[in-house]
């Protein structure tokens, strides 16, 4: 089973328990506002152009079929539309200009170069985690890895917000030991506003891990102006109470370090506030999460 990953990253210690290598999987169904990953969102393979490195020899034009570069005003420029992400382009940009986020790749290469740091993993409790995007976008290579993973005596983790059909959460645990499960907005509508679907199928499939007993970290981006209110923080309370599965909530400040990518790939960058959340209010967030009952706060 083949599979497109756009970043795998080594000693990655917020990722789940232990040292962990992170695999960054292609694809998501949501555009969250705040997204700091904008290169997962989609599965293809995507061009990036960092204008600050272009020497503006114009070595790059003529390598591309499509008609994507051209010279105007003596700069370079992109044409994303026409871009089909072949590549073609890189090898011709000397200073690094021209970049690809993602390639496709299969289960056992990327567990080979995982395997590689098993020792780090035996001696800390980590293990692999795959991130995105999200995993369940590419339900059947995500599986794959897992189960490949795990064959290779790999603890598993999975970063996803769980907006997919019931059956592939439901296979997706048979090879999970840890799911790292997305929280964003406690009202649907909000969450339809925000994140672009809405929340009863991520909670149906959170409900369902945690009454089979498949453990869970629920992982709460808080971004000011979208779901730092009472009634989140309240409902974030109630879910960590409701469900002894739930084994820690970690409250996540809104941050834009990601947002520089935007402009590389020829995305509109979010319109929201970014700026820096400082410690002091996400030191009171965790507090009046702890006096809503919230016992289980990573601190
Ligand atoms: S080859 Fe690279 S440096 Fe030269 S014009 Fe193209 S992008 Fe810019
Ligand atoms: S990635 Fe391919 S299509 Fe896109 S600009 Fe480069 S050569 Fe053209």
Known sequence: MKGFVFDIQKFALHDGPGIRTTVFLKGCELRCQWCCNPESQLQPPQLAFDVKKCTHCFECIESCRYGALKKAENKLSVDFEKCTGCGDCVSHCAPGALK??????????????????????????????????????????????????????????????????????????????????????????????????????????????????????????????????????????????????IQMVEVMPFHDWGFHKYELLGMKRPDIDSSTIPKETAAKWRDGLKKLGCTKIKI
């Open 100 to 245: 690809i986020f993602g390639y496709e790749t299969d289960a056992h290469s990327v567990i080979k170069e995982v395997a590689k740091d098993k020792a780090y993993f035996g001696n800390s409790g980590g293990g692999i985690t795959l991130s995105g995007g999200d995993p369940v976008f590419q339900p059947e290579f995500a599986f794959d890895l897992l189960q490949v993973a795990k064959e290779n005596g790999i603890h598993t983790c999975i970063e996803t917000s769980g907006h997919c059909k019931p059956e592939i959460i439901a296979k997706l645990a048979t090879v999970t030991d840890l799911f790292l499960f997305d929280f964003k907005h406690y009202k649907n509508a909000d969450h339809v506003k925000f994140t672009g679907v809405p929340n009863d199928i991520l909670l149906a499939n959170l409900d369902f891990l945690c009454r089979n007993n498949h453990k869970v970290i629920l992982r709460c981006p808080i971004i000011p102006g979208v779901n730092d209110s009472l009634e989140h923080f309240k409902a974030i309370a109630e879910l960590s109470k409701k469900y002894d599965s």
